[in-house]
T-cell receptor, first 115, second 115 residues
Framework: QQQVKQSPQSLIVQKGGISIINCAYE??????FPWYQQFPGKGPALLIAIRPDVSEKKEGRFTISFNKSAKQFSLHIMDSQPGDSATYFCAARRGYGGATNKLIFGTGTLLAVQP | NAGVMQNPRHLVRRRGQEARLRCSPM?????VYWYRQLPEEGLKFMVY????????ESGMPKERFSAEFPKEGPSILRIQQVVRGDSAAYFCASSPSGYSNQPQHFGDGTRLSIL
């Protein structure tokens, strides 16, 4: 119930292509779903986040699509660039109000964008 | 840079020694979270603290691990009598409060190696 399943484990995309990473969860108490980007030797950096009352959120080339009934959400990177090559983590968190704020992370997707 | 500061960045210990990892949250942040990242895995929640209080330690191993966030100074994650399996990257994150609309910002981590 506390797991977040992420796929694929690794992804190779050509420059200019679309990168798609998927995540699924079980716990319907989750109400906040962030995506983090991590470069080697660095900490995760918040990329974009969504709440379940919204089906899509877009920030620049990054879009989160959210399907509440299927308990799935995905990250789309449009016009992928070599500089996007990193590990991407989805995560989920239960809301405030007595519940902890801990993030439950997926296992990560290593993205390589080829020039 | 007013980001989350962690030190040391790298720490080498022999089996049986103690490891102390420090985290200074972003300015104005009073909530601190510790996560552990094993090689090729996602981040796993360990503990959530406010100033002088442990809010959630459900992810902390029952023995050898402890955490504190005193009224003054950084948060400390302490590992006593380290073993090889403690080798990992330890990340600290902070947020201004516990409200679910506030993201967690991560430091660049401490890489702990056990000889």
């Amino acid at each position: 119930q506390q797991q977040v399943k992420q796929s694929p484990q690794s992804l190779i995309v050509q420059k200019g292509g679309i990168s798609i990473i998927n995540c699924a969860y079980e716990n319907t108490a989750f109400d906040y779903f962030p995506w983090y980007q991590q470069f080697p030797g660095k900490g995760p950096a918040l990329l974009i986040a969504i709440r379940p009352d919204v089906s899509e959120k877009k920030e620049g080339r990054f879009t989160i699509s959210f399907n509440k009934s299927a308990k799935q959400f995905s990250l789309h990177i449009m016009d992928s660039q070599p500089g996007d090559s990193a590990t991407y983590f989805c995560a989920a968190r239960r809301g405030y109000g007595g519940a902890t704020n801990k993030l439950i992370f997926g296992t990560g997707t290593l993205l390589a964008v080829q020039p | 840079n007013a980001g989350v500061m962690q030190n040391p960045r790298h720490l080498v210990r022999r089996r049986g020694q103690e490891a102390r990892l420090r985290c200074s949250p972003m300015k104005g942040h009073s909530h601190v979270y510790w996560y552990r990242q094993l090689p090729e895995e996602g981040l796993k929640f360990m503990v959530y603290l406010q100033k002088e209080n442990i809010i959630d330690e459900s992810g902390m191993p029952k023995e050898r691990f402890s955490a504190e966030f005193p009224k003054e100074g950084p948060s400390i994650l302490r590992i006593q009598q380290v073993v090889r399996g403690d080798s990992a990257a330890y990340f600290c994150a902070s947020s201004p409060s516990g409200y679910s609309n506030q993201p967690q910002h991560f430091g660049d981590g401490t890489r702990l190696s056990i000889l």
